[in-house]
Structure formats: structure tokens, C-alpha cells
């Protein structure tokens, strides 16, 4: 349920609404807008059927929402959130680059590709320190090490930092190095990191499982905001699909679909949905082209020898063609890169 206030609501009335709403042992989620404030309500909302809530100074309107997420929903919120990471805004008119590594391999390599990505117009630096492998025997990230190399690229380029945490005792440790929380396709239905990452004050990139359905990517980001964290991003990777032409199938109905049902920006990631540099370029222009807030990309400045994923990596001069070839693409789309 939603409890929409009127523009001239001062705070005693709205402080008053949400007092009434604890003591009906409910949630209320208060998200401050531009024009009005507004009061989710979670929790066993029959209650406000025998509480008319509408009666109370300062409310305009109490309306259900129907859909099964709610905070994440268009009708909690109709304007677009735009997170600040630290200075860098995702999902207002320009549009966001992350790149870099799939893994942190060690700092020289993190800081020539971060000084090139940076040049050529990225404001994020990804890397992984933790690494989800499909098998054990695989490089499994360099850890705590990695995490300290891309603080200190951060340090040297002024970059902001998103990197993965893959499990809930790690949370305290990576929050401490990254700007944005990374949760991996294969977590997305890790319900108790989906609930640490809510408690963390740093923002949340939320990638899309490889068979998740976009109601419950939504969902999944339901977890975060239901935990108080409001910083959340949705990552479309790509789906698994019967073609296996491509690594994964980047889907990118996705992208304007969850726009008009979710207010939280949207983020994609060709290199992961593709897995072959020569479609990065390509799918990263359909993104934006769709209504893409930012991009995800894997940089490598020697992709043969890449501990992880080089075979979707570009090479930093490829990178910095896309990025030039992204000016008209954005400007089609009025937004800006
Ligand atoms: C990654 O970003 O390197 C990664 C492992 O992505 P995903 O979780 O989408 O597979
Ligand atoms: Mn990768």
C-alpha cells in the first residue's frame, strides 16, 4: 500500500502518519520525491482497511499496489531514482560507464586499464576480487589483495570502484574498498546477501540470473530496498536460451519493460551477454538504444592471457571506439555520454 502525501505536508503530519503506521505494526518506507513525500507500507496491509489512513491531515491518497514487489515498483515511485555513488549520478540524463578487468589479476595491469578506461570516458572501474567459477579448479580472484589494488587505482585515478561480494561474511570487508556492491547473476537469489547488501549504506549493482525471470529479478531487488537500501541498480547479462550461438542471450526487451515497471536504473552488460568482443560494440549501442542508463564492460589490455573471460574483453583501443561511437547514439536517445 502506498500513502501518498500532498505536496504541503509538513512534518509533524507526515512524522504523525508514521508513528500510526509502526504502532499498527507495519513498515512504512518513506521515500522523499522532488514534489511530495511518500509511504510505502509493507507488511499485513488489511489492517489499513480498518484504519482509514485518507482521514489523516496531510495524506492526498491510499492506494494498493498490486503488483508483488513494491518498493521497486513505478507505482511507489513514479519518478526515476538516480543513485550517487560518491559524486558519479546513475539513471539521470548521462549515461554511466563501468569497465575494466573480469578479475583483478595485479595493480600494474588494474592501472594501465583503468588510466585507459578513464581517458575514454568511463567514471567506474569493475573488477572482480571474489570470482564466481563455474568450476573449482578455476582462478577463484586474488581477494582481500584485489579488493586493496582497486582502492589503490582509485586512489591514482579517481575512479569509483565496483567490484563483487559473493558472500554475506564478506560484506563488511568489501564495502570498505568499493563504491558499488556488486551481486553476481549466479547470487541473485541469495536471499540472505540480497539482505546484507540491504543493510549496507554503499549501492547495490544487481546483475540478473541467467534464468531469472524479470519478475523476479524485481523481486530480488524487492530484498534490498525492503532491507532499507534504496541504492539499488539492475544489471541485464543475459539469459540462458536454446541458442548456445552466443554465451548468453542479452535480452534486451528487458531493458524498456522494467523501465516502465520498476523506477530503479538499468544498467547492461554486452560483454557477459554475448561472450565475444567483436558483439560488445554492437549490443552496448542496441543498450542505450533501448533506454539503457549505463553500461558494464570488460576491458583487457591483453586478452590472450586474461585469468578470466578474454574472450569477451576489449582491448582498451577497441573500447575507446566504442565509447566515440557512443556520442550519436546517445544524442538520438537525448542523453548524454
Ligand atoms: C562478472 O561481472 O565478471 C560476472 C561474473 O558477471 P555475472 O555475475 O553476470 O556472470
Ligand atoms: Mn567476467
Not at 508483488?68 to 555513488?85: A, M, Q, T
Not at 569497465?99 to 578513464?118: R, T
Not at 581517458?119 to 573488477?127: D, M
Amino acid at each position: 500500500m502506498i500513502i501518498v502525501l500532498r505536496p504541503d505536508a509538513t512534518k509533524k503530519q507526515i512524522d504523525h502518519i508514521i508513528d500510526k503506521v509502526k504502532k499498527l505494526g507495519l513498515k512504512p518506507m518513506v521515500s522523499r520525491g522532488v514534489e511530495r513525500t511518500i509511504i510505502g507500507v509493507i507488511g499485513e496491509e488489511d489492517i489499513l482497511r480498518v484504519q482509514p489512513l485518507e482521514a489523516f491531515a496531510g495524506v492526498e491518497k491510499v492506494m494498493p499496489i498490486l503488483k508483488p514487489y513494491k518498493l521497486v515498483s513505478r507505482e511507489f515511485k513514479s519518478e526515476d531514482s538516480v543513485i550517487n555513488v560518491d559524486g558519479v549520478k546513475i539513471g539521470g540524463k548521462k549515461l554511466t560507464v563501468m569497465a575494466g578487468p573480469c578479475s583483478v589479476e595485479n595493480f600494474e595491469m588494474l592501472l594501465d586499464i583503468g588510466k585507459k578506461v578513464k581517458k575514454a570516458g568511463a567514471s567506474i572501474l569493475r573488477g572482480g576480487a571474489f570470482k564466481p567459477r563455474s568450476s573449482p579448479y578455476s582462478f577463484q580472484g586474488l581477494g582481500e589483495k584485489g579488493l586493496k589494488f582497486l582502492k589503490d587505482v582509485k586512489k591514482e585515478t579517481g575512479l569509483k570502484i565496483i567490484t563483487e561480494v559473493m558472500d554475506t561474511r564478506d560484506v563488511g570487508m568489501v564495502e570498505k574498498y568499493a563504491d558499488i556492491l556488486q551481486v553476481g547473476a549466479r547470487n541473485m537469489q541469495n536471499f540472505n546477501l540480497l539482505k546484507e547488501v540491504g543493510l549496507s549504506k554503499k549501492p547495490v549493482l544487481l546483475k540478473r540470473g541467467m534464468s531469472a525471470t524479470v519478475k523476479e529479478f524485481l523481486m530480488s531487488a524487492e530484498y534490498i530496498l525492503a532491507a532499507g537500501n534504496f541504492n539499488c541498480i539492475l544489471c541485464e547479462r543475459g539469459i540462458r536460451t536454446f541458442e548456445d550461438a552466443t554465451r548468453f542471450t542479452l535480452d534486451l526487451n528487458a531493458v524498456p519493460l522494467i523501465k516502465q515497471l520498476s523506477h530503479l536504473p538499468v544498467i547492461v552488460d554486452p560483454s557477459h551477454g554475448t561472450g565475444k568482443w567483436d558483439l560488445v560494440s554492437p549490443m552496448a549501442k542496441a543498450a542505450i538504444a533501448a533506454g539503457a542508463d549505463g553500461l558494464i564492460i570488460e576491458v583487457h589490455s591483453n586478452p590472450e592471457e586474461a585469468y578470466s573471460d578474454g574472450e569477451q574483453s576489449l582491448v582498451p583501443h577497441r573500447f575507446e571506439a566504442m565509447m566515440k561511437e557512443m556520442h550519436s547514439i546517445a544524442k538520438a536517445v537525448n542523453r548524454e555520454i
